[in-house]
């Protein structure tokens, strides 16, 4: 199975600071098709997850801009360019591009 | 709006069979190139892809849990269920529904906690 590496595992920001998070995984997530088959979700405290950024770099409808999602074959990040309060939980990255579906350990951002 | 719900019981008592449906409104689930996955998250810990369902009915398991686990479609309640044998402690953890595709899963049920405990 593709192994799902995250880092760092926890985040510290300030509000309106930037903030990365990266992701690399065992295999090449580069389909024959030129998709990346990575995803990020954000998981909020007491909620399910839900889908940020989807085939690397494109945003979920109503993810504000200020998320952004790049990279290519084995090594991806997640960018936020001006964090707010609302954007504390877990990171978590997923490939979809083969069974089993794996995901990362998942990044806890944290406000200062 | 699509709208998925996990349903099933809270307590499962060791080496028995964890089963939980998820209701799936809004939208069919025969419709469309979609899988229905079933995805856990033991307390305080990561999330774990299970498996899922194909609309056609094709079945993906993960292999740590393929020999205990069944995922199917009842097509004419609009649900599909999990099935989870020879339950243990570690099999404790909330269990989500989702619709998956290849951009992802994109919709999520609210979860339901399930303990297995005697």
């Known amino acids: 199975e593709i192994v799902m590496t995250q880092s760092p595992l926890s985040l510290p920001v300030t509000p309106g600071e930037p903030a990365s998070i990266s992701c690399r995984s065992s295999?090449?997530?580069?389909?024959?098709?030129?998709?990346?088959?990575l995803h990020w979700y954000l998981q909020k405290p007491g909620q399910s997850p839900h889908l940020l950024i989807y085939l690397g770099s494109n945003r979920a409808s109503g993810v504000p801009d200020r998320f952004s999602g790049s990279g290519s074959g084995t090594d991806f990040t997640l960018k936020i360019s001006r964090v707010e309060t609302e954007d504390v939980g877990v990171y978590y990255c997923?490939?979809?591009?083969?069974?089993?579906?794996?995901f990362g350990q998942g990044t806890r951002l944290e406000i200062k | 709006q699509l709208q998925l719900q996990e349903s099933g019981p809270g307590l499962v008592k060791p080496s028995e069979t964890l089963s939980l449906t998820c209701t799936v409104s809004?939208?069919?689930?025969?419709?469309?190139?979609?899988?229905w996955g079933w995805i856990r998250q033991p307390p305080g810990k990561g999330l774990e892809w299970i498996g899922s369902v194909y609309y056609s009915g094709n079945t993906y398991y993960n292999p740590s849990l393929e020999s205990r686990v069944i995922i199917s479609l009842d097509t004419p309640k609009n649900q599909f269920s999990l099935k989870l044998s020879s339950v243990t402690a570690a099999d404790t953890a909330v269990y989500y529904c989702?619709?998956?595709?290849?951009?992802?899963?994109?919709?999520w049920g609210q979860g339901t906690m399930v303990t297995v405990s005697s």
């Open positions: 295999q090449s997530l580069l389909h024959s098709n030129g998709n990346n088959h």
């Open positions: 997923m490939q979809g591009l083969q069974s089993p579906n794996t």
């Open positions: 809004g939208g069919s689930i025969s419709s469309g190139n979609y899988y």
């Open positions: 989702a619709r998956q595709s290849g951009v992802g899963a994109t919709n």
